[in-house]
């Protein structure tokens, strides 16, 4: 239960830390920005990795499930990095990681 836990917090923590980032003026906070998120995510994907080994046998889609959301919103953090390096984010973009958090925390809570 406390991974779990962990893992929400984490998870909203590397969210906040994306929206300050690709919400930053200079390029030099974007890249500190940048790196915090890398570090949460790695932890954040470290901790996925514990709770997949610990909850697989149990209920191993759901497990599948949260591990795939968790990767998608990686990706879209650097993706929307990557983006904001060469041009600017639209509110699309912010729309589309809010709604990919929200989902996926709500599933890691729920389920």
């Known amino acids: 239960m406390i991974l779990v836990i962990l893992n929400c917090l984490l998870l909203t923590l590397l969210f906040l830390a994306a929206i300050i980032g690709l919400r930053a003026k200079t390029l ?59 041009q600017t984010i639209n509110l699309k973009a912010f729309t589309m990681l809010s709604c990919t958090f929200v989902t996926s925390l709500l599933i890691n809570i729920c389920v």
């Open 28 to 86: 030099k906070k974007t890249k500190n920005w940048l790196v915090i998120s890398r570090v949460l995510y790695l932890t954040l994907l470290v901790g996925r990795v514990l709770i997949s080994y610990h909850f697989t046998p149990l209920a191993p889609l759901a497990v599948s499930i949260k591990l795939l959301l968790v990767i998608l919103l990686i990706l879209l953090i650097e993706l929307f990095f990557s983006r904001k390096q060469s």
